[in-house]
């Protein structure tokens, strides 16, 4: 591994260069359910506003999630948020030093503890992020899927076995970069992998079964009206509650009401979250109700806003409500 490293190894990410705890810890929060080519503008946009590990403790949660809007799983961004204030307000802003003091803090797990302390700080602790499982669960045939404890307690226990005392930050990432590259999860080329003469899943031909699958749960749908008012050039939104689904991001007002005559519905989505499905329909005011009704639900509200149509690419709105209103009000980006 440490010869494909050299050969191979990706040495040339953005969040390689002047490499520091705090660069590896945005990027491998980033990385998380993320692919390296959607992640890399989104962190070097990231890093431009908040270049230290201070800045980011200082900054605004709006802020936060207007950049990390379109990266998903923005629970990762409020975690970061929170985790930036714990490093610099109880830790002088420097990164503990070992793995169980950094596990203490918000979003960070120990794969994500052991990414920063061997790659920033070169210290001897294993990984095991999505890469090195598939890696892993085919090289060893490791049966069961990883939701299980004891399918994660075994891969561990591998990775912790296989993993270097010296060089250790190499070796990490190159079994991140083997899965990412050559034993990525469809087409594994196995022709080119420099584990293929002791790969099990290559030998017995079983690339395909390895890594087991989640047993499928159809997952349920939920269906949601969602309201669209327009005065001008302006739209009312609201701030969804800072934990939850789109958790501090801008949304369309959800409708309490049951549907009736003063709603019509303008539009439609479906987006698919891990645990369900949402079903939207998006309502607008009847012509009745428009001029029956002076003002809708701003008066009271804090939580509702008005916010211009050219100027919402600079909040933090979830991306399938920022195709339908660009789509909607044929906005360009
Ligand atoms: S030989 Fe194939 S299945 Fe085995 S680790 Fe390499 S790419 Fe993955």
Redesign the pocket.
């Known amino acids: 591994m440490l010869k494909f490293y050299d050969q191979q190894g990706r040495k040339d990410l953005p969040w390689q260069q002047n490499k520091s705890g705090y660069s590896v810890w945005v990027s491998e929060i980033m990385l998380q359910q993320t692919q390296v080519k959607t992640v890399i503008p989104y962190y070097q946009k990231f890093m431009r506003h908040f270049p230290t590990l201070q800045s980011l403790a200082e900054a605004d949660m709006d802020q936060v999630l207007t950049l990390w809007a379109g990266l998903g799983y923005y629970s990762r961004a409020r975690n970061l948020h929170a985790c930036a204030k714990q490093l610099w307000h109880n830790f002088n802003g420097q990164f503990p030093q070992d793995l169980k003091t950094l596990m203490s803090l918000k979003g960070i797990g120990e794969s994500t503890a052991g990414a920063i302390l061997s790659l920033a700080y070169g210290k001897p602790e294993a990984i095991l992020d999505g890469n090195v499982k598939?890696?892993l669960a085919?090289?060893f045939l490791v049966d069961g899927w990883y939701g299980k404890t004891s399918v994660m307690q075994q891969l561990w226990q591998l990775s912790r076995q296989l993993t270097p005392k010296q060089c250790t930050g190499e070796f990490n990432q190159a079994m991140m970069d083997?899965?990412a590259d050559?034993?990525?999860r469809a087409n594994?080329?196995?022709l080119?992998?420099?584990?293929?003469n002791q790969?099990?899943?290559?030998l017995e031909g079983k690339?395909a079964e390895?890594p087991h699958r989640k047993p499928t749960n159809k997952i349920p749908t939920r269906s949601a009206d969602l309201l669209l008012i327009q005065r001008d050039q302006q739209i009312q939104l609201q701030k969804r509650p800072p934990s939850g689904i789109w958790g501090g991001l801008w949304s369309l007002p959800e409708l309490e009401t049951d549907k009736n005559t003063d709603f019509d519905q303008i539009g439609q989505f479906t987006h698919t979250f891990s645990h369900f499905k949402l079903q939207a329909s998006v309502q607008s005011p009847s012509n009745k109700a428009k001029t029956s009704t002076k003002s809708f639900l701003i008066a009271e509200n804090p939580m509702l806003a008005w916010h211009n149509l050219n100027q919402l690419h600079e909040i933090a709105l979830p991306t399938p409500i920022k195709l339908f209103l660009q789509q909607y009000f044929k906005l360009t980006e």
Do not use: S
């Open positions: 598939r890696v085919r090289y083997l899965g050559i034993c990525n594994p080329r196995c080119v992998c420099p584990l293929k790969c099990r899943a290559h690339t390895y």
